[in-house]
């Protein structure tokens, strides 16, 4: 990419926005009613809003690496409490990607100290290393994100507020771009 330069970026993005709708940020302004709430992988090439075009105002992120649902992570549980609580959400959406270098680090044992406290996380969600061989880094990012669907499940906030909202369990591909449903199918 030649222009990195964000502040040209954002007024190119203004401009296209009032062109399309010139009241677009009269409206933004008075508030949020997401449709959406959305958990997903870190990774730069997985933003949830550019890969599915939607606008401002839609989706409610939360964004960990490898889109882990931890009960004892208290930034996620407030983003899933408000979500449910005050935005009404209508639907939950867990979207892990192939080529997760969490996924990946939580295999190969990756041995840095800042990072072992998350790892062991994912590896919760995988199956038991003697076995991780059987399996292709795809379908242990599969794997990854139907054990987080399992985990919203079973959360406390959304037992407590979100028992009618649906959960779905998405792999976006980043080698093809395609944002595949994997729960429910
Ligand atoms: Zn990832």
Redesign the pocket.
């Not at 997760?100 to 996924?103: E, N, Q, R, S």
């Given at each position: 990419m030649k222009d990195l330069d964000l502040r040209k970026k954002n007024e190119a993005f203004i401009h296209k926005t009032k062109e399309q709708d010139p009241l677009f940020f009269e409206q933004l302004k008075k508030g949020q009613t997401p449709e959406f709430f959305v958990l997903s992988?870190?990774?730069s090439r997985?933003s949830p809003s550019v890969i599915t075009q939607m606008p401002l105002g839609q989706m409610f992120v939360h964004r960990n690496?490898?889109?882990q649902v931890a009960n004892d992570d208290e930034s996620f549980s407030a983003s899933l409490y408000y979500a449910l609580k005050h935005l009404k959400v209508k639907q939950i959406i867990i979207k892990?990607?192939t080529d997760?270098?969490?996924?990946k680090a939580a295999l190969l044992d990756n041995e840095e100290e800042e990072l072992q406290g998350w790892i062991s996380k994912i590896r919760k969600g995988l199956p038991d290393k003697r076995i991780t061989n059987k399996f292709s880094m795809d379908d242990l990012t599969n794997m990854n994100v139907l054990r987080q669907v399992e985990n919203i499940q079973q959360h406390p906030i959304y037992k407590k507020y979100g028992q009618h909202v649906k959960v779905i369990g998405y792999l976006f591909h980043v080698e093809t771009g395609e944002l595949e449903r994997i729960y429910p199918l």
């Open positions: 992988c870190s990774d997985v690496i490898a889109n892990g990607h997760c270098g969490g996924v």
